[in-house]
């Protein structure tokens, strides 16, 4: 059964450093999002992208944070200076048509020092 | 108010027992309403959705929905040990597209 990836699992990183999440949707989908799910707390929605472009975001993704879909097949965030808040679980998710996931990448957990 | 509360538990039921889970939202206008498992460290996994008021069945698991009282609930029957996990509430808001709001979950221990 076709699934998300991403990588890596786990990622540590300095505060005030940049990050690259990156996922593989599964082929075909259209749509593709990220939560996240800071330890112990809710999952909680970051963005959605649609044909390029950004279709939903929450108030959580602020300018430190944008994604992109650089070729055909990877879906990446990028967090450009990394504080201690920013360390959870990130997950990638993808659908063929407008709406929520049934399935989550197994996610990156992000380490903020 | 949170926009999605479920108590956090911990549920625990004896296996084969009905595990009862429930959820309130505070978006009158929300259309649908899922229910994801989480297993500790793991990913979300998507068990049910329900758009209609009333009862939704798929296999051991039912879903219900009462649109006046903002109330979702997930039945659990014949519970088994490999259903432990923590059962996370999620709602489509009225004004959002396929944006989830999710509760802080439910965690349940089925004792074998």
């Known amino acids: 059964e076709p699934e998300v990836t991403q990588t890596p699992s786990h990622q540590v990183t300095q505060m005030g450093q940049e990050v690259i999440l990156r996922c593989v949707p599964i082929s075909n989908h259209l749509y593709f999002y990220w939560y996240r799910q800071i330890l112990g707390q809710k999952v909680e929605f970051l963005v959605s992208f649609y044909n390029n472009e950004i279709s939903e975001k929450s108030e959580i993704f602020d300018d430190q944070f944008s994604v992109e879909r650089p070729d055909g097949s990877n879906f990446t965030l990028k967090i450009r200076s990394t504080k201690l808040e920013d360390s959870a679980m990130y997950f990638c998710a993808s659908t063929p048509g407008e709406r929520p996931p049934g399935t989550f990448g197994s996610g990156t957990r992000l380490t903020v020092v | 108010q949170k926009e999605v509360e479920q108590n956090s538990g911990p549920l625990s039921v004896p296996e084969g027992a009905i595990a009862s889970l429930n959820c309130t939202y505070s978006d009158r206008g929300s259309q649908s309403f899922f229910w994801y498992r989480q297993y500790s460290g793991k990913s979300p996994e998507l068990i049910m959705f329900i758009y209609s008021n009333g009862d939704k069945e798929d296999g051991r698991f039912t879903a219900q929905l009462n649109k006046a009282s903002q109330y979702v609930s997930l039945l659990i029957r014949d519970s088994q040990p490999s259903d432990s996990a923590t059962y996370l509430c999620?709602?489509?808001?009225?004004?959002?597209?396929?944006?989830?709001?999710f509760g802080e979950g439910t965690q349940l221990t089925v004792n074998p």
């Open positions: 999620a709602v489509v808001q009225e004004t959002s597209g396929s944006r989830l709001t």
